[in-house]
């Protein structure tokens, strides 16, 4: 993913009694509830409702958790007749906003295929997106691009799915990469036996190795991409940190495999059969190409921002065709099932792992659709308090008393520090200004100035009030606050957070001074030319409170 060029640039301008040393007073203690959605379904995969948390048992690392907080979000239309209710146990409607973003891997895409899938979202555009529900759409195409910001107008938002439908998409030139491999394979493989017996001696071996390089150089170009895509979505996701309600990525896109090019190391293998005396080299060579590592990442950033990912394959329907893009291949249904397994993999593990679904090689996106609108309509949320608040990823397993009835929910929960939260939520408020927080920002910007032929600098001032928590230190109250920065381009792309922690040291005597006005300062930010959102975070270093600001920033001629 493009990072946004910025670059920020402190320059502090406080009362002079703020000093550069702080040492350690409190040691902060929070407590933290995790929550898990989870949607519970009977054989056929109709919603349940009525339950309690009663109904439920929820494990970390195996060890069982009682349940703290619960609440049902409950489709309207259910009857309730012979359903038990409880309306203390029904999500308020703060808690029922849904919050998606449509990511489409355009790069991937055959444009028929992509057509039925946008199809089908018009067709239960309705069921996914209701009044209160805030939704964007993000495509790719080896760059991440933003057509349409977090938004609640459902007509803002159809109008960008509609221009995505529009685009040219990538999935026919990856075809045509792949033949133009084969066909310049086979070239080799004909030149080869068309020289006399003598002269074709070493010369298959040599056909063969030379195959093998080009294919790691098609499969070095697939990984590159691919991986560069995973960072895009975890940053999509990251989007959606501090906020409440349920939130979920509707992936559409027909390549996220495991292991790129492993399909072209198993043509070359087969094609090759006969012709050298060599041992298979697809596993091993694919091997050094696996993108499992960065993906398990992205679901698991997803399960640490509890964000279900539904995984739909567009695949080219010509896929798998002895005809496909005029090749004369006789249909090899390994390398076929490799190829299409390579990707289904990821996608179903990804799904498994967030509680969500993949749809993989299917025609019924209507199939696909309707469960993502069933299940943001039908869910519980089941809420338990961790035993520690240590780094690191827990397993999280959900069960429901009656073993008749299908559960799904994240299965993993990520422990973040109160720096990763922060960070995130920094990311997140660049996008949206839904991020919830104690303290009020002023932000304000002046004008841009070019600072060479691609560079502007940009003047910030901000400020807040000078309540932050102090405490006693002998004859001295001492405290600080840490600022955090990131800044996003018009395209989604963004910078790297940045912070500056300013300790604040100052005599009891000094305190009314400080107190009798704003904390300001101000920085300069270094960006591209074009539109920008700068996101701005403050945390009081002792009582842990924060606050969030975001703001436009316009680097351009007049």
Same mark, same amino acid.
């Given at each position: 993913? @493009?990072?946004?060029?910025?670059?920020?640039?402190?320059?502090?301008?406080?009362?002079?009694?703020?000093?550069?040393?702080?040492?350690?007073?409190?040691?902060?203690?929070?407590? @933290?509830?995790?929550?898990?959605?989870?949607?519970?379904?009977?054989?056929?995969?109709?919603?349940?409702?009525?339950?309690?948390?009663?109904?439920?048992?929820?494990?970390?690392?195996?060890?069982?958790?009682?349940?703290?907080?619960?609440?049902?979000?409950?489709?309207?239309?259910?009857?309730?007749?012979?359903?038990?209710?409880?309306?203390?146990?029904?999500?308020?409607?703060?808690?029922?906003?849904?919050?998606?973003?449509?990511?489409?891997?355009?790069?991937?895409?055959?444009?028929?295929?992509?057509?039925?899938? *946008?199809?089908?979202?018009?067709? *239960?555009?309705?069921?996914?997106?209701?009044? #209160?529900?805030?939704?964007?759409?993000?495509?790719?195409?080896?760059?991440?691009?933003?057509?349409?910001?977090?938004?609640?107008?459902?007509?803002?938002?159809?109008?960008?799915? #509609?221009?995505?439908?529009?685009?040219?998409?990538?999935?026919?030139?990856?075809?045509?990469?792949?033949?133009?491999?084969?066909?310049?394979?086979?070239?080799?493989?004909?030149?080869?036996?068309?020289?006399?017996?003598?002269?074709?001696?070493?010369?298959?071996?040599?056909?063969?190795?030379?195959?093998?390089?080009?294919? @790691?150089?098609?499969?070095?170009?697939?990984?590159?991409?691919?991986?560069?895509?995973?960072?895009?979505?975890?940053?999509?996701?990251?989007?959606?940190?501090?906020?409440?309600?349920?939130?979920?990525?509707?992936?559409?896109?027909?390549?996220?495999?495991?292991?790129?090019?492993?399909?072209?190391?198993?043509?070359?293998?087969?094609?090759?059969? #006969?012709?050298?005396?060599?041992?298979?080299?697809?596993?091993?060579?694919? !091997?050094?190409?696996?993108?499992?590592?960065?993906?398990?990442?992205?679901?698991?950033?997803?399960?640490?921002?509890?964000?279900?990912?539904?995984?739909?394959? #567009?695949?080219?329907?010509?896929?798998?065709?002895?005809?496909?893009?005029?090749?004369?291949?006789?249909?090899?249904?390994?390398?076929?099932?490799?190829? *299409?397994?390579?990707?289904?993999?990821?996608?179903?593990?990804?799904?498994?792992?967030?509680?969500?679904?993949?749809?993989?090689?299917? =025609?019924?996106?209507?199939?696909?659709?309707?469960?993502?609108?069933?299940?943001?309509?039908?869910?519980?949320?089941?809420?338990?308090?961790?035993?520690?608040?240590?780094?690191?990823?827990?397993?999280?397993?959900?069960?429901?008393? =009656?073993?008749?009835?299908?559960?799904?929910?994240?299965?993993?929960?990520?422990?973040?520090?109160?720096?990763?939260?922060?960070?995130?939520?920094?990311?997140?408020?660049?996008?949206?200004?839904?991020?919830?927080?104690?303290?009020?920002?002023?932000?304000?910007?002046?004008?841009?100035?070019?600072?060479?032929?691609?560079?502007?600098?940009?003047?910030?001032?901000?400020?807040?009030?000078?309540?932050?928590?102090?405490?006693?230190?002998?004859?001295?109250?001492?405290?600080?606050?840490?600022?955090?920065?990131?800044?996003?381009?018009?395209?989604?792309?963004?910078?790297?957070?940045?912070?500056?922690?300013?300790?604040?040291?100052?005599?009891?005597?000094?305190?009314?001074?400080?107190?009798?006005?704003?904390?300001?300062?101000?920085?300069?930010?270094?960006?591209?030319?074009?539109?920008?959102?700068?996101?701005? !975070?403050?945390?009081?270093?002792?009582?842990?409170?924060?606050?969030?600001?975001?703001?436009?920033?316009?680097?351009?001629?007049?």
């Amino acid at each position: 993913m @493009r990072r946004a060029a910025a670059a920020v640039l402190f320059t502090l301008s406080l009362l002079p009694s703020i000093a550069s040393a702080q040492q350690k007073l409190v040691e902060t203690i929070e407590v @933290r509830v995790t929550n898990v959605d989870v949607v519970v379904t009977d054989k056929k995969g109709n919603p349940i409702v009525g339950l309690n948390k009663d109904d439920f048992e929820i494990f970390e690392n195996g060890k069982p958790q009682p349940v703290t907080n619960f609440y049902e979000v409950r489709p309207e239309s259910v009857n309730t007749s012979n359903v038990p209710t409880d309306d203390s146990t029904l999500a308020p409607a703060e808690m029922r906003q849904r919050r998606i973003i449509f990511f489409i891997d355009n790069a991937s895409l055959h444009p028929l295929k992509r057509n039925e899938v *946008f199809g089908s979202i018009d067709k *239960f555009f309705d069921k996914l997106f209701q009044p #209160g529900d805030q939704a964007m759409v993000v495509t790719w195409n080896r760059g991440l691009r933003m057509v349409c910001g977090f938004t609640d107008d459902p007509a803002r938002l159809r109008t960008a799915l #509609g221009k995505v439908a529009r685009m040219s998409g990538g999935g026919v030139q990856m075809n045509v990469d792949k033949e133009r491999l084969k066909r310049e394979v086979e070239a080799m493989i004909a030149q080869v036996q068309s020289m006399g017996r003598r002269s074709a001696v070493g010369a298959m071996d040599d056909a063969y190795q030379q195959s093998l390089s080009m294919t @790691r150089a098609y499969a070095d170009d697939l990984f590159f991409n691919e991986k560069k895509l995973s960072e895009a979505m975890s940053t999509m996701i990251t989007t959606l940190a501090g906020l409440e309600g349920k939130k979920v990525m509707v992936f559409v896109g027909s390549q996220l495999p495991d292991k790129p090019g492993m399909d072209m190391f198993q043509w070359v293998d087969q094609t090759f059969v #006969g012709k050298v005396q060599a041992t298979p080299v697809a596993f091993r060579e694919a !091997g050094r190409f696996s993108l499992a590592t960065e993906l398990e990442k992205v679901a698991r950033q997803a399960n640490a921002n509890n964000v279900t990912m539904y995984m739909i394959d #567009g695949a080219d329907p010509t896929k798998g065709s002895a005809a496909e893009a005029g090749s004369q291949d006789v249909l090899d249904p390994t390398v076929d099932f490799m190829d *299409f397994t390579n990707t289904a993999n990821m996608f179903n593990s990804m799904a498994k792992m967030t509680g969500g679904i993949a749809l993989m090689r299917t =025609n019924n996106f209507d199939l696909a659709l309707n469960t993502v609108a069933r299940d943001l309509g039908a869910y519980y949320s089941l809420g338990y308090r961790p035993a520690d608040d240590k780094p690191g990823d827990r397993k999280i397993v959900v069960k429901t008393k =009656n073993p008749e009835f299908r559960v799904r929910s994240r299965t993993t929960y990520v422990a973040k520090s109160a720096e990763e939260t922060t960070a995130d939520r920094v990311v997140s408020n660049a996008f949206h200004s839904q991020v919830k927080g104690e303290i009020p920002i002023t932000l304000t910007t002046g004008q841009a100035v070019a600072f060479d032929k691609k560079r502007w600098k940009v003047p910030v001032r901000i400020s807040f009030p000078s309540n932050i928590t102090l405490l006693p230190d002998g004859d001295n109250l001492v405290g600080g606050f840490t600022v955090y920065f990131a800044v996003i381009d018009e395209n989604g792309s963004m910078s790297a957070v940045t912070k500056k922690s300013q300790p604040v040291k100052l005599p009891r005597t000094a305190e009314p001074a400080l107190r009798s006005k704003p904390i300001a300062f101000t920085a300069e930010i270094m960006v591209a030319a074009g539109e920008h959102y700068l996101s701005v !975070g403050i945390v009081d270093d002792v009582a842990s409170s924060a606050g969030y600001a975001r703001t436009r920033v316009a680097a351009r001629l007049p």
